[in-house]
């Protein structure tokens, strides 16, 4: 049965900032952009690199591995949209970040 999870305070992600969390066990990666929160399962498809510490540009971030690059707002990769990540759905109350899941989409890979 889906549910929301508080995982972080908005105050412990500025934006432009990106953060590993877990939710029973299970990676999640939260991004601000520009004031906005998204998140995606922190395992990145190329080896599972953990998304939520690679470096945020926009809405793009780089993994901290070899590189692989994900729009955090869609979970697609740009040079080749066959990878995505699983995008969970993002609330915020009362300055809490909630994550719904499971996740919104699967995510997909080799
Ligand atoms: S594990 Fe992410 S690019 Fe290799």
Redesign the pocket.
Known sequence: MAQWVKVAKVGELAPGVCLSVEIEGRGVALFNVEGTIYALDNC??????P?GD?QLQGNIVT??????RFNVCTGERPENPVFTVSRFLVDIVEGEILVRVPPETEGTGP
């Open positions: 990145c498809p190329h080896a599972g690199g998304l690679g993994c901290p591995w070899h590189g692989w």
